[in-house]
Every structure is written in C-alpha cells, then in structure tokens.
C-alpha cells in the first residue's frame, strides 16, 4: 500500500510541475502585446534573452543616431518593459566604448554605434 502512495505523489508531483511551467509561460507571453512578435523568429528578443547592452544596442540601432543616456532608458522602457539602472547601463556602455566593442562615446553620457559614425 505505501508503495502505491508513492507512485501517486511521484505522479502528482510531477502534474504539478508541468502545469507550473506552463502557467509561467503563459505569463511571460502576457507580458507580450498583442501583434508584438516574440522570440528570436520573430525579430524581437524576449527581454529575458537580452543582456542591457543588447537592449541599448537594439534602441541606438533604431533611431540610426546617437542618444544620451536618458533616452536609452526610456526607450528600453518602452520597447521591452523593463526597468535599466542607469548607472549599470552607464558602466557597462563606458566597457564597451573603451574596448572599441559596438559602441562610441559621442557626449557627456551621449552613445551611438560604432558603425553608425564615420571613423
């Protein structure tokens, strides 16, 4: 009898897994808009798969110019729903500008692309 009782807990805790997983995954693509693609396929990264200097990269590629930083936040905050720490951001994009990595220090907390500019 007990070996019954645990075949059935093995097995409802297994149930009890999945629909977990999947009620997580319903929630993440509420996050979503309607008509919004999602995942890579689509063009647009999920923000749970982009690091802040790939979503920095994905606004400063799209206006074609360069931003000061306040406006880096507030267009990750708009296109992906998510709040960046500016100072995080800040560091992170000063790495990169001084390895010559993607991006270019245009300004006082001013950043563009790196292929964006001429050289």
């Known amino acids: 009898m007990e070996d019954i009782a645990a075949v059935r807990d093995a097995v ?21 808009p309607p008509g919004q693609p999602l995942g890579r396929r689509g063009g647009r990264v999920a923000k749970e798969g982009m690091s802040q200097v790939d979503m920095a990269h994905d606004i400063l590629a799209s206006s074609g110019q360069p931003l000061h930083i306040n406006e880096i936040l507030a267009g990750i905050k708009g296109r992906f729903k998510t709040e960046v720490d500016r100072e995080s951001l800040v560091s992170a994009l000063s790495k990169r500008v001084a390895r010559g990595d993607r991006f270019r220090r245009t300004g006082k907390n001013v950043f563009a692309l790196l292929r964006s500019l001429p050289q």
């Open 12 to 32: 409802l805790e297994v149930i009890e897994s999945s629909l977990d997983a999947q009620l997580k995954a319903i929630r993440r693509l509420r996050a979503f």
